[in-house]
């Protein structure tokens, strides 16, 4: 069972419509991944439909790219429409630092990042919920590592296993967590260790931790997560999307 999804995908319907609305703006360049371009807002609206009727929407690759933009049109206001897990949220976080530093006035960030141990929390704190076994990303351990998952399984007596994503990866993933049913031993176990330290990537958590902040967030299809997204801490509230931006 795939869950609780992509960061596209639970992105919650409001920061669509903030963005939407902002891409309407004729003295704004929106910018975004490619996948959050199909993702519609409460009216069907989608950003790949307003770039057809002429918005200025643009697909980057770097969050980096949009320092690029804003620098090159000090004439538009410039919004990055920032979303994922932590796998992303390192490099908005780089973005603003060097916004910061470049005094950027025309440069906004309309923050959508989430969190994934809150919300496998929540889930599994669910009386209803019948999972016997979690796969947790090897891409977002990549930057996390395993502590947050150790406390997930202190509280809830369910194995996590980091893994990666080919086919072996999964089946030794899967492989581990049924040991662990069989022997009643729940733990966090490392099945992507190639990549995934226990600790994670502590520059990128560095990164995170200066920039953002928790924030309780809703998610798509899932209602609001106690702390399951990002906001930007008060040291970088102008590079924060508002009503009056």
């Known amino acids: ?22 891409g309407l703006r004729p003295d704004v360049i929106l910018c975004s991944y490619g996948d959050m371009l199909r993702v519609p807002g409460s009216d069907g609206r989608d950003l ?21 933009l804003a620098r090159a049109n000090p004439q538009c206001q410039v919004v990055f429409f920032a ?22 006035a025309n440069l906004k960030l309309l923050v959508a990042h989430v969190r994934v141990a809150p919300v496998l929390d929540q889930l599994l704190a669910d009386p209803a919920c019948a999972v016997d076994g979690v ?27 980091v893994t990666g994503f080919t086919a072996n990866d999964l089946l030794n993933g899967v492989l581990s967590c049924v040991e662990q049913l069989e022997t009643g031993t729940p733990a966090v176990r490392n099945s992507y ?3 995934v330290d226990k600790g994670g990537n502590g520059s990128a958590q560095a990164l995170i931790d200066a920039v953002f902040e928790p924030v309780d967030t809703p998610w ?3 209602g609001l997560v106690r702390a399951g997204g990002y906001r930007l801490r008060p040291e970088f509230a102008a590079l924060a999307l508002t009503p009056e931006s």
């Open 135 to 161: 796969l947790a990303a090897g891409h977002v351990c990549t930057v996390m590592g395993q502590p947050e998952y150790e406390e997930l399984v202190r509280r809830h007596q369910v194995p996590i296993v």
């Open 193 to 195: 260790q190639q990549v």
């Open 1 to 22: 069972i795939h869950g609780p999804g992509c960061p596209v995908c639970v992105t919650a319907t409001e920061r669509i419509d903030q963005a939407l609305a902002m």
């Open 220 to 222: 798509r299809g899932l």
């Open 83 to 104: 979303v994922g897990f932590e796998t992303t949220a390192p490099a908005t976080a780089l973005l603003a630092h060097q916004a910061q530093w470049l005094g950027l």
């Open 48 to 68: 790949l439909g307003l770039r057809a009727v002429g918005a200025d929407v643009r697909v980057i690759y770097s969050p980096l790219d949009v320092l690029d």
